[in-house]
Structures are given as structure tokens and as C-alpha cells.
């Protein structure tokens, strides 16, 4: 077989070209530190990458979420211990008043305290995020949760809705508590044997006013009625802690999840550098090979032939 001079100057060019484009691929590996510096160099590993990382920005969205859940929840559970105390303060006080050692005049300072207690109570009520937000009021977290209404009486400014976050795969936590959930008031039977609903701060300005005006039935029924107000507190503040409980899980569950997906993305993604320098070396020696190679036999004619 004949073997022009063309055919050979073309083989011997795309042979080094070859060689010089494997050479510049190691290269760039050695530059960025990855397997993959192009999608054309390994479609298949290139996906899997892409699928990984989207996955683990998936879980840094659910962190994000956590963190902000936290704080929410950090908040609403320090506003709670707040209520709570107050209520253990206002039923000591009562307690107090109802001691037949006192006064209508000490009883009237009783009532002047426990009157700035509720005032505590309706601050609490209305505490607000890191953002500026009320904690309890639904969807209307612009609008204080409670505030008087025309006749002076505390009523609910929010609405009922309840926020879930997203906190990982297919699992949600409540966001907020509403201020009618966390601020139930009580149903008070009455004479006629029908039942009175009273809200949360009307069941203590009640209390305050029987103090005041040292009403002792009225006062051992408000006594009563506290212990009904402080267990919804309490239930709500055991939701809050359940919540926050779920979310520090989570967190776990998505830092192990999270390594995990990491170590098999540098298992695909990242470059071996031994390996990495010593294939490129072996290219560097071929380019050399076939240079020298192509030098040598291009010199040939056949007058060297003769000579």
C-alpha cells in the first residue's frame, strides 16, 4: 500500500492535535480542581452533579426556613413564659385578697397591681418578631393582636390563619399561633343555667374588678377561671417547645443529609491531583514522543535515502 505524503502529514497532525487537546483537558482539571470542567467532557457524571447540587440547595432552602422558624418560635415561647408568670402572679394575689385578714383598702391595692399585670399581659399578647411582625396575629401581622374596641373592652384585631413551613422532605411545622388558640378565653355557667363566654382579658378585668370591689364569689370564680387560662397557656407553650424540638431534629437530619450529598459530589466532582499530574505527564510525554517522532520521519526523502 502506498502511503502519501498528504495522508501521512494529516495522521501525524490530528494524532498530536488529539494528544494537545488531552493535554489541555488535564490542564484545566489541574486549574479548577474538577473531573468535569465542561458538560461535553462526561454528560452522565455532569447530571448526576447537577442533580446533587440541586438537591443540596434544596437543603440549604430547608435550613434557611429552621432558622427563621427558630427565632419565630424562640419569641413566641419567651412571650409565653412572660404570660405564664404573670398569670402564677395574679393568682397569688388573688389568693391573697381572698385571706380574710384583708381590707376592702388593701384589696383596692391589690386590684391597682393586678390591673398594670394585665396591662403586662396585653404587651405580651402583642409581641412582635425580629421583623416587626405580631406574633399572634394570624395573617395580620401589622395589626397588634389585641387592642381595645370602642367601648374599651380587649377584643382580637387578627385573623385565624396558621403559617406552615416547609422544614425538610414531606414534614411541616406550624409557624404561629393565633391569639384566640394561645388566648382562649373561658364559658362561665350562669344562674339560669345557660353558659356566658368570656374572653381571655375580660375574665381578668372581671377578677380585677371583684378584687376592687371585694366581691368574694366573684373573686373565687375569677381563682377558677385562672387555672383554665394558665393550661391553655401552658398548652400552647407545650407546642411551641414540641415545635422546637421538631426543628433542632431537622436541622440534625439536614446537616447529615447534606455531608452526606456533599461526599458523593466530590466523589464525582473533584479531582484526584496525583492522578491528575501524573496523567498529564504521561500526555506531555506523548506530545513530545509524537513531535519528535513526526520531526524525524518528515525529514525523510529520498535523497537522504540515498545519501
Sequence with gaps: MKVSTSLFFDRALSQMTQTQNSLAQSQAQLSTG?????????????TAMQRLKSVITRQDSFESSIKTTQNRLNAEETALKGVTNLLARIKELTIQGLNDTYGPKDREIIAVELQGLQEDLLSFANTRDANGAYLFSGARVFTPAFGADATGEIVYQGDETVNLV????????????????????????????????????????????AMRSSDRNNM????EELDTLSQRVAVSQAKVGSAMNVVDNQLAVIDETRLQLKTVLSEIEDLDYNEAVTEMQKRMLSLQASQASFAQISRLNLFEYIR
Excluded: C, H, M, Y
Design 34 to 46: 474538577k473531573k468535569v470542567v465542561q458538560v461535553s467532557d462526561a454528560p452522565d457524571k455532569a
Design 166 to 209: 416547609e422544614v425538610g422532605d414531606q414534614r411541616t411545622v406550624k409557624l404561629n399561633r393565633t391569639g384566640t388558640e394561645v388566648f382562649d378565653g373561658v364559658t362561665r355557667p350562669q344562674p339560669d343555667g345557660s353558659n356566658q363566654s368570656r374572653s381571655f382579658f375580660q375574665s381578668i378585668q372581671d377578677l380585677v374588678d
Design 220 to 223: 373565687n370564680r375569677g381563682l
